[in-house]
C-alpha cells in the first residue's frame, strides 16, 4: 500500500542526508506533526504520512481502536498490516532519495508512536533517534523484537506522556521505560503536566533530543 505524505527536502541531498519520518495519531493528519518542521534542523529530509483509514472531521487512522474495550484496545491484524506497509513506505523513499548512508529518524504520536516503537524494536539496524510522544509500547505487536544489546546500542529514544492524558494513562506510558531499560536501550522518559497532546516544554525537550 503506498502511503500518502507530504515532504520538507533541504537544499542538497545527498547520500547521507538525515531523514525523520512521521506518524500522527488517531483522527489527525500528515499536517499535525509536519508542524515541527522550523525547528528541525534544516539538512534533514522530513517526511509526515497520513494514515489510510479516514475517519471523522478529516482525520485518519493506522488501524481501529475500541475505547470499550482496553484488553482489545487495538485491532491487531490491522496494525500488523499498516505497520508492514509502512515500513515498505520508508524503505522506497529511502531508494528514491538514495540514502545509503544516512541516520533515519521516527517520531510517532499516540497510535503512530505504537507503531514507532514496533518499527524500531523489529528492525533496529535502519533506525537511530525514535521520539514516541503520549504512546505506549502494544506488547502483541512486540512478539518478535530484537534483544542482542549490540543490534540496540545505536538506538536512542525520547518518550514523553502528560500526567493527566486521559486518553493513554500514564501508566501505560510508563511500560515504555521498564521495556527499554530491560532492553539496554538508550532512552530519556519524561513526563509534562499536560493531557493528551504535546505542550511547550515537552516541545522545546524534543527539539533538543532531535538536535543532538
Request: with cysteine; proline share 4%; hydrophobic share 40%.
Amino acid at each position: 500500500m503506498n502511503l500518502d505524505y507530504i515532504v520538507r527536502e533541504p537544499e542538497n541531498i545527498s547520500s547521507k542526508t538525515p531523514i525523520l519520518f512521521m506518524l500522527h495519531g488517531y483522527g489527525s493528519n500528515e499536517q499535525d506533526l509536519f508542524s515541527f518542521r522550523e525547528s528541525l534542523p534544516a539538512d534533514w529530509i522530513l517526511v509526515s504520512f497520513r494514515a489510510p483509514k479516514p475517519t471523522q472531521f478529516d482525520g485518519y487512522s493506522w488501524f481501529d481502536i475500541d475505547f470499550n474495550n482496553l484488553e482489545q484496545f487495538i485491532d491487531i491484524d490491522q496494525a500488523k498490516d499498516v505497520l508492514n506497509s509502512v515500513l515498505e513506505n520508508i524503505m522506497a523513499i529511502t531508494n528514491k532519495y538514495g540514502l545509503t548512508e544516512n541516520k533515519t529518524h521516527l517520531c510517532g504520536f499516540s497510535q503512530g508512536g505504537i507503531l514507532c516503537y514496533s518499527l524500531a524494536l523489529k528492525y533496529p539496524d535502519l533506525f537511530n533517534y525514535v521520539a514516541c510522544l503520549s504512546t505506549y509500547p502494544e506488547e502483541k505487536l512486540l512478539t518478535d523484537i530484537v534483544k542482542d544489546k549490540k543490534k540496540l546500542e545505536k538506538l536512542r529514544f525520547f518518550v514523553s506522556h502528560g500526567t493527566d492524558d486521559a486518553i493513554i494513562p500514564m501508566e501505560w506510558g510508563r511500560k515504555a521505560a521498564d521495556l527499554l531499560y530491560d532492553l539496554s536501550c538508550y532512552f530519556t522518559f519524561r513526563d509534562y503536566m499536560s493531557g493528551h497532546g504535546v505542550n511547550q516544554k515537552n516541545y522545546i525537550d524534543l527539539m533538543e533530543f532531535f538536535s543532538k
